[in-house]
């Protein structure tokens, strides 16, 4: 791997050459303003994505995986995906030869930034010059921290099948009023049991745990741009703000309320 390094003061995304991603070592830190969004584009390297502050989403054909500062965004080599930030967001790269790259998921996923993980990630994105020895100390450390939990469930596939495709939009277009299965069935003239069948063959989930995983994203989202805990929670559909801190906390790592202070930075 090559030792040239990004700069990491923090690089306004609007500067970045992305038509020059593919050959560049981009390994550093860069400014995402609230709801920018990258070209679509792929790297030659498997490399790791961190928000030191806000929330990225990374997004490819596939679906949509989302990392909040607790999370790290696993992109292998040659995946074809685009970033977008939810809230201002300081995004840090660190790249993984073939070697590491290997010991991770074949496929996009999110991973938990434990506090050394993310020490490891602030401290190779940082100013400070440091050798080639250190840095590959730190890549092995970022990894090892890795792979120590499971791959975190914030990934939200994206269904290919039209029917199922207009389900899950009606939804996503008022996730505030819960809808049963049965009832999009009657809305998208597609029989319940034929809806039942497609979303764990085309998202790898039942309709439940699907629509859970939507309105964890959401509630990411709308708190990390300021949206109070209370009205996040109405707004993803839980009928209560106890029921939201129960569910979001674990899939996150940390409460709806300390997740929304830890997003405002200057």
Known sequence: ?????QSARLVDLSLVDFDALATLPMEGAYRFAHAETSPRHAHPLGHLVHAASGVLSLLT???AWIAPSTRMAWV????EHRHRAHGRTDMRIVHLNAELAARLPATPAVLVASPLAREAVLAMTSDRPRSAGALEHLRRVIVDEAITAPEQPLHLPEPHDPRLRRAARIVEDDLATP??????????????????RLFPQETGMGYRQWRLQLRVHRALVLLADGTSVTETAAACGWATTSQFIQQFTP????????????????
Not at 179 to 196: C, K, Q, W, Y
Not at 251 to 266: E, I
């Open 179 to 196: 809808v049963s299965l049965g009832e999009l069935g009657l809305r998208t003239g597609t029989p319940e049991r034929t809806l039942s």
């Open 251 to 266: 899939l996150v790592g940390m409460t709806p309320g300390r997740y929304r202070l830890s997003q405002h930075w200057a």
């Open 1 to 5: 791997m090559s030792n040239t390094r």
């Open 61 to 63: 054909d596939d679906g």
């Open 76 to 79: 292998p080599a040659g995946a």
